[in-house]
């Protein structure tokens, strides 16, 4: 059984960081893109970065320079550096990857910006 688990969300206050990380386990042969999504109350789910097993990495304009994600292929870990965080920044983020060829979605960690 192959599973995806988020940790490292938190309330932080404005201008603040945190890391996330994403770890998959269970029976896996190959990861290829893995990506980080996130969802704010009463918002569609939106795609905030993604990397590919190489390291090319993309990111939506509105993380652009803050965000950083990055991955370690020998720990089937990726991870999310969040700097400057706003507000608007508060939501439940996802870790998603293709898994043999599958695609697979952790539950989520909550991270909330507020002073």
């Known amino acids: 059984q192959v599973q995806l688990v988020e940790s490292g969300g938190d309330l932080v206050q404005p201008g603040g960081s945190l890391r996330l990380s994403c770890a998959a386990s269970?029976?896996?042969?190959?990861?290829?893109?893995m990506d980080w999504y996130r969802q704010a109350p009463g918002k569609q789910r939106e795609v905030v970065a993604a990397i590919t097993r190489s390291g090319s990495a993309i990111y939506a304009d509105s993380v652009k320079g803050r965000f950083t994600i990055s991955r370690d292929n020998a720990k089937n870990t990726v991870y999310l550096q969040m700097n400057s965080l706003k507000p608007e920044d508060t939501a439940v983020y996802f870790c998603?990857?293709?898994?043999?060829?599958?695609?697979?979605w952790g539950r989520g960690t909550q991270v909330t910006v507020s002073s």
């Open positions: 269970g029976s896996i042969f190959s990861i290829n893109d």
């Open positions: 998603h990857a293709y898994i043999n060829a599958n695609p697979y």
